[in-house]
């Protein structure tokens, strides 16, 4: 029986993971690299980027959550994983009894890792998450001290092993933003108030992919990047660093059709057809993760060149201009949407136009989009 190719799917091309990942191995030096699979890996599949990323040399992983870590481990990934986003109730439990590194961001998150310990009487692996500037996840300067105090307490108890302190930049995006210094300070301060305490950190890490790529002297002993891997650039009005964009967001044609001129195409009429011309029909709307706000301001990649959207993007469906459709396309010929191909719509163009971040146009595609591996370590 013919299985047809899926009418809508993201191809994410782990070769181009491997590819990125060798270039932030690079950037690193004498660092580790941990990469980061949180969000099911940006939306590319977390477990197969992370064997991928391995393979091609990171040495950690890191998620929000214990059940992303979780799930890493039962896909038979032995290498560290920090999870660094929970709330204070969470089972710890299946997060100790797994060997994943628990980051904690106030005395209620370390009680309560503690007690998981306690209860399953065995050793956490913890790390302190600090914050340095970005007033959102980390520990707050002001609780800084209890927190050490407790866990000094329960490091000499042998309660929790620890492991590591980080924290996050808020503009690293802007590379010799004076802030990004300030944060260093505040962090390397953190640093020395734990050692003072008698708590010596074996890792000490803050980069993300801006600061990996872009500030070298921040490194530390770990750097830890997340859009990087899937080849977008974390600063693109400067460069795209070498990187290949992993994920290609396509769509089968399921109709071709003529339209006569002074006909409307789609919801309201906003297109209405100027001269004779011929459209193609894409199933995909924003029910898949097309932006409904790109409604006639994007291209799509087909029968060898752009072709432009018409009229309003639908929840299942968008409609492009063929013109004379000279190329011959046909039902069942592939659209990309967008993708690193040559010719084909980059997701930061998608980004500009519908006025947000190329990280969340690569996490939209959703519900019946169909996820495919290709290349690499699968």
Known sequence: MNNPDPQVETVVDLEAIAHNVRILVEHAGDAAVMVVVKADGYNHGAVEVAKAALAAGARELGVTTVEEAVKLRRAGITAPILCWLNTSDTDYVRAIAADIEIAVSSVAHLEAVARAARELNRMAILTLKVDTGLNRNGVSQTEYPRVLSLLRELVAAGTVRFRAI??????????????????????????????????????????????????????????????????????????????????????????VKQVAAGEGVSYGHEWIAPHDTTVALIPAGYADG???????????????????NRGRICMDQLVVDLGDNAAGVREGDTAILFGGAPGAPHPQEWADTAGTIHYEIVCAPRGRVVRTHIGGAR
């Open 166 to 255: 980080f924290s996050h930049l808020a503009q690293a995006d802007a590379p010799h933003h004076p802030s990004i210094d300030l944060q260093r300070d505040r962090f390397l301060e953190c640093v020395a108030e734990a050692k003072e305490q008698g708590l010596q950190p074996e890792l000490v890490h803050l980069s993300n992919s801006a600061a990996a790529l872009t500030r070298p002297d921040l490194a530390f002993d770990m750097v830890r990047p997340g859009i990087a891997v899937y080849g977008l650039s974390p600063i693109p009005e400067i460069s795209d660093f070498g990187l290949r964009p992993a994920m290609t967001f396509r769509a089968r044609v399921a109709l």
């Open 290 to 308: 097309v932006p409904r706000v790109l409604g006639g301001r994007f291209d799509v990649w087909l029968g060898g060149a752009r072709r432009p």
